[in-house]
């Protein structure tokens, strides 16, 4: 077997198979042999060049003119022609937004619509990210045993991305109803019935953005982002097109939907598996920001990321043609020792875990990075100080959508004694 180059495809490289059981189970470790041997490769199996190491995957985030992120959304499984009729019969023109963007076009509206992202711009929520986080709490903190992901962790990242998006709550239910086939829809493999369905989906969760944005409009002095940027449309209506907000809306939500709450989920996860780091947290809360890096970078949400070559490119010494699809295994890069010390250790005080590559790198790095920090971190505090003494239920099976790139149980079950709760006991 050859590769697009003409070059002879390895047996590991034949038999790689991203929507196979051991990528599924822990992608980092499916790409051990790349990392070791042959950490630029193409797989016949996906039709896509495979990245593995820190410093190669770097050199394609770096450069995003030579490696374009068009194909970034684009759907592995292409859907069915009924699909697209679905689609069609909804008028959907999601056009390229922010994260798939080509420059000049991309930085000049990451620019204008950056400000709400920053730091300093987003202290003004920490209060009442705080307050909702107790108030899911306060559902099962009596109970002694919750599903964390299903009461808590998927709830959470949508709420804060519609309040951060200014979207009305009356609305917000609407939207949430049609943000989550979108994993499987554009990193799965799904079925053709599931494809119809997505597609139905799709086409309602257009049709409803379209329906908001425009009530929306009737407000020129409401607060949230979605309203900065129907008055960034305003003043600069060449730069964020009217196409543009729709798309964002729906881009944005889901954005920051399942990667927050798969890397909220597996951050307990691993913390929880490592009692003696759980413990530190519990005795030292300020350890909470390093610790949320090194759980991003031992078990980050968005595992995979992908590029495509603009012209003929040298990766880590092999030739990508024009047109060659790049997969960057963010989770393999997070994990080579050529830049993590003893990278399989979980260790909260490592100096560079904030080098990881979960959020991307480089012109299209996540904007929304410190949202998600945030809101980890809240939800990490509360835990400490309320349900220190939770522990993961013994002999649960952790399962994960089949899928390339996002990466989460779909279910977290914790115990814990409730006379032991710190609130009760303090009485
Ligand atoms: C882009 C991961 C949360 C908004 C990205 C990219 C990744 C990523 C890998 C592509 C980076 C690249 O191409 O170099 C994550 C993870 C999150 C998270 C792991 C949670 C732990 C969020 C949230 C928001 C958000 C909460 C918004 C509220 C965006 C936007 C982009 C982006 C707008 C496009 C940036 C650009 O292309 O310039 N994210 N994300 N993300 N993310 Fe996130």
């Given at each position: 077997m050859?590769?697009?180059?003409?070059c002879p495809v390895s047996r590991d490289a034949a038999a790689f198979d991203p929507f196979g059981a051991s990528y599924q189970l822990d992608p980092a470790e499916a790409l051990r042999w790349s990392r070791e041997q042959e950490p630029v490769f193409f797989?016949?199996?996906?039709?896509?060049w495979v990245v593995s190491?820190?410093?190669?995957?770097k050199t394609v985030f770096r450069d995003n003119l030579t490696f374009s992120p068009a194909i970034a959304l684009e759907k592995l499984t292409p859907a069915p022609p009924e699909a697209a009729k679905i689609l069609e019969s909804y008028g959907f023109a999601m056009r390229r937004t922010m994260v798939n963007e080509d420059e000049p076009d991309h930085m000049e509206r990451r620019r204008l619509l950056m400000d709400a992202f920053l730091p300093e711009n987003l202290e003004?929520?920490?209060?009442?990210?705080r307050e909702l986080v107790r108030s899911y709490m306060d559902h099962f903190i009596d109970k002694g045993r919750a599903d964390l992901v299903e009461e808590m962790f998927r709830e959470i990242p949508m709420t804060v991305a519609l309040r951060f998006l200014g979207v009305p709550s009356e609305d917000a239910k609407e939207l949430?109803?049609?943000s989550v086939a979108h994993t499987l829809n554009t990193w799965g493999r799904p079925s053709p019935e599931q494809q119809l369905k997505i597609a139905e989906d799709v086409g309602q969760f257009w049709k409803t953005a379209q329906a908001i944005l425009d009530r929306m409009r009737e407000e020129p002095t409401g607060e949230g982002w979605m309203y900065d940027s129907i008055r960034?449309?305003?003043q600069h209506p060449d730069v964020v097109p009217e196409s543009y907000l729709r798309s964002m809306m729906m881009a944005i939500l889901v954005a920051a939907h399942e990667t927050t709450a798969f890397a909220t989920s597996n951050a307990f996860r691993i913390l929880l598996s490592n009692r003696a780091s759980w413990n530190d947290i519990c005795d030292n809360p300020t350890l909470i920001p390093s610790a949320i890096e090194e759980c991003l970078r031992a078990a980050g949400s968005v595992v995979a990321w992908r590029r495509i070559a603009t012209e003929d490119a040298d990766v880590g010494g092999v030739t990508i043609p024009k047109g060659g699809k790049l997969l960057l295994v963010q989770a393999s890069a997070n994990r080579d020792p050529r830049h993590f010390e003893n990278p399989d250790?979980?260790?909260?005080?490592?100096h560079n875990s904030a080098e990881h590559f979960t959020f991307g790198y480089g012109a299209h790095q996540c904007m929304g990075k410190n949202i998600a920090r945030m809101e980890m971190r809240i939800i990490l505090d509360e835990f400490v100080r309320r349900l220190p003494h939770i522990h993961l239920v013994e002999n649960q099976a952790f399962e994960y959508l089949p899928n390339t790139s996002f990466r989460g149980p779909t279910s977290l079950w914790v115990e814990w004694d409730p006379e032991q709760n710190p609130e009760r006991r303090n009485r």
């Amino acid at each position: 077997m050859t590769s697009p180059t003409g070059c002879p495809v390895s047996r590991d490289a034949a038999a790689f198979d991203p929507f196979g059981a051991s990528y599924q189970l822990d992608p980092a470790e499916a790409l051990r042999w790349s990392r070791e041997q042959e950490p630029v490769f193409f797989s016949p199996k996906l039709g896509y060049w495979v990245v593995s190491r820190y410093e190669e995957v770097k050199t394609v985030f770096r450069d995003n003119l030579t490696f374009s992120p068009a194909i970034a959304l684009e759907k592995l499984t292409p859907a069915p022609p009924e699909a697209a009729k679905i689609l069609e019969s909804y008028g959907f023109a999601m056009r390229r937004t922010m994260v798939n963007e080509d420059e000049p076009d991309h930085m000049e509206r990451r620019r204008l619509l950056m400000d709400a992202f920053l730091p300093e711009n987003l202290e003004k929520h920490e209060a009442w990210v705080r307050e909702l986080v107790r108030s899911y709490m306060d559902h099962f903190i009596d109970k002694g045993r919750a599903d964390l992901v299903e009461e808590m962790f998927r709830e959470i990242p949508m709420t804060v991305a519609l309040r951060f998006l200014g979207v009305p709550s009356e609305d917000a239910k609407e939207l949430r109803k049609f943000s989550v086939a979108h994993t499987l829809n554009t990193w799965g493999r799904p079925s053709p019935e599931q494809q119809l369905k997505i597609a139905e989906d799709v086409g309602q969760f257009w049709k409803t953005a379209q329906a908001i944005l425009d009530r929306m409009r009737e407000e020129p002095t409401g607060e949230g982002w979605m309203y900065d940027s129907i008055r960034m449309h305003n003043q600069h209506p060449d730069v964020v097109p009217e196409s543009y907000l729709r798309s964002m809306m729906m881009a944005i939500l889901v954005a920051a939907h399942e990667t927050t709450a798969f890397a909220t989920s597996n951050a307990f996860r691993i913390l929880l598996s490592n009692r003696a780091s759980w413990n530190d947290i519990c005795d030292n809360p300020t350890l909470i920001p390093s610790a949320i890096e090194e759980c991003l970078r031992a078990a980050g949400s968005v595992v995979a990321w992908r590029r495509i070559a603009t012209e003929d490119a040298d990766v880590g010494g092999v030739t990508i043609p024009k047109g060659g699809k790049l997969l960057l295994v963010q989770a393999s890069a997070n994990r080579d020792p050529r830049h993590f010390e003893n990278p399989d250790e979980f260790d909260i005080y490592r100096h560079n875990s904030a080098e990881h590559f979960t959020f991307g790198y480089g012109a299209h790095q996540c904007m929304g990075k410190n949202i998600a920090r945030m809101e980890m971190r809240i939800i990490l505090d509360e835990f400490v100080r309320r349900l220190p003494h939770i522990h993961l239920v013994e002999n649960q099976a952790f399962e994960y959508l089949p899928n390339t790139s996002f990466r989460g149980p779909t279910s977290l079950w914790v115990e814990w004694d409730p006379e032991q709760n710190p609130e009760r006991r303090n009485r």
